[in-house]
Each structure stands twice: as C-alpha cells, then as structure tokens.
C-alpha cells in the first residue's frame, strides 16, 4: 500500500507528499514525547508517522473506510498508536483526552474546516496547542486583525479563546492531487484567560454572529435587536461603526454590558 490512493471528493481529500513539509511540520507540531496527541484525518499517514517517530502518543480518528483499514495495517502494531473510525464533528473530544492535556493536529478538510476548529474550541479547557493544515485564505481569516476585510465572525470568536500565528505556506505541488489554492499551517494556542474577560458565552456568540451577519451596515442597525445605541456607547463602542472595526474586547464588553441590563 505504498501507491497514493484516489482521493475521495465527499471527503474534500488532498493527500500530502511532499517529505520535506512532511518534516517540518512534525519538527514544528512541538508536542513532546509522551505527549497526548489527536490528529484529525490522517488520510495515507504521512503526518502520522513523522509523529509516532518522536515518541508521542497519537489517537487519529477518520471517517473514510477505506483509509482506516490503510492505517491500520501500516500503524496498528506501533507503541502509542490507537485509531478511531468516525466523524470528528461527533468525537467527545474529553474522553480522547481522558485528563491529559491534547495536542492536536490535522489537514483539515477545505470544506468543514471552520465547524471542525469550532467543535474543538468547545472542549478548549482539554486542549494544549492546535496546529492544523487548512486554506491559506480560511488561515488569514482566523489570524486577521481589526479593521481588514478578512477580520469577521471566525476570527473573533478563535481570537477570544487562542494566540492564534500564521506558519508554514504550502503550496499545491506539495499535495496529490494538488488543491487549486494554497494552503498554510496555522497555530492555535489555548489562553489563560479569553480575551476580554469572561463573558455569558452563548450571548457573546450571539452578539458576534448578528454584527457580521450584515457587515456593511453600521452596529447601531445591525444589532438593534441587541443592543440600544446608547448599550454600545457604555460598552464603548460607537454605534456608527461597522462590524469589522470592533476588536476582540470590545465585544466582550458589550456582551457584559448586555448581561448587566
């Protein structure tokens, strides 16, 4: 089974080759030995083996048939290897870590790659470090700053909970069959505290959700079902602005604002 299987377009597969990007980023992953590890979507196990290779411990969980059986046979008897055959949008991903700290890794399909990362910041308070291969574009979406038109609803609500770094750029040659789009690493590290503070979470992500869901529009128009004009200059936000211009806090106080009242 050394062959590259044909890749399965349900799936969104793009199955990487390239052996120098293959090291760098086991070399750059930085999960120590012994470590807990969860990679998402392992596909041929190139990344899976550079990983085993350093000594950690690696639960990789995969949807499609045909390439569990291909791990299987390849990693079944290595130490520190367990495989699980399933949707990662359904994994419970507490009992992966069963009490340890998780380092997670994974090309991530093109198509889910935002309901994957969300998922996981579900269980953010099990989660060490993240380092995922996705779109170079989804990747600057999540790393984008205020005041930019990539900055919207993802990268505050990844912002909020994780520093989040641009790494590697990986080009499509580097896959078969190669993607029309470049693809990037990108690095989630888990903060201490959410930016800006606690917060009632499910009213922040509402507060979030309904200010980009019209971007062009002014804050005072597009969250009055929320928030007066007068809620948001407490908050310290002016009703004339538009989503894009409001960082990170400045959301987090609205929400505390909108919980105080």
């Known amino acids: 089974m050394n062959e590259t299987p044909r890749a399965k377009k349900r799936f969104g597969q793009h199955f990487l080759t390239d052996p120098a990007v293959i090291g760098a980023i086991a070399r750059r992953f930085g999960a120590p030995p012994g470590a807990r590890v969860l990679e998402i979507g392992p596909g041929t196990g190139a990344i899976t083996g550079a990983l085993l290779d350093t000594g950690v411990n690696l639960v990789a969980v995969e949807i499609d048939r045909d390439m569990h059986a291909r791990l299987q046979e390849r990693f079944g008897d290595r130490p520190g290897f367990s495989l699980v055959r399933g949707d990662v949008l359904d994994l419970d991903v507490g009992a992966v870590a069963a009490g340890e700290r998780l380092y997670v890794t994974g090309n991530l399909p093109y198509n889910i790659t935002s309901p994957i990362v969300f998922h996981l910041l579900d269980a953010i308070g099990d989660i060490e470090n993240m380092y995922f291969m996705m779109?170079?574009?989804?990747?600057?979406?999540?790393?984008?700053?205020?005041?930019?038109?990539?900055?919207?609803?993802?990268?505050?609500?990844?912002?909020?909970?994780?520093?989040?770094?641009?790494?590697?750029?990986?080009?499509?040659?580097?896959?078969?069959?190669?993607?029309?789009?470049?693809?990037?690493?990108?690095?989630?590290?888990?903060r201490a505290m959410p930016l800006g503070g606690a917060v009632d979470t499910k009213l922040f992500d509402r507060v979030v959700a309904a200010a980009f869901a019209q971007r062009r529009k002014t804050l005072r128009n597009a969250l009055k079902q929320l928030a007066t004009p007068e809620r948001l200059e407490q908050a310290g936000i002016d009703p004339s602005a538009r989503a894009e211009t409001v960082p990170v806090d400045g959301y987090a106080r609205l929400a505390r604002e909108l919980s105080a009242s």
């Open 135 to 190: 779109q170079k574009e989804v990747a600057e979406r999540f790393a984008a700053a205020p005041g930019g038109r990539d900055y919207g609803r993802p990268s505050v609500m990844v912002q909020r909970l994780c520093d989040v770094e641009m790494d590697i750029i990986i080009p499509p040659t580097a896959f078969e069959p190669p993607p029309r789009v470049m693809s990037a690493m990108l690095r989630l590290r888990p």
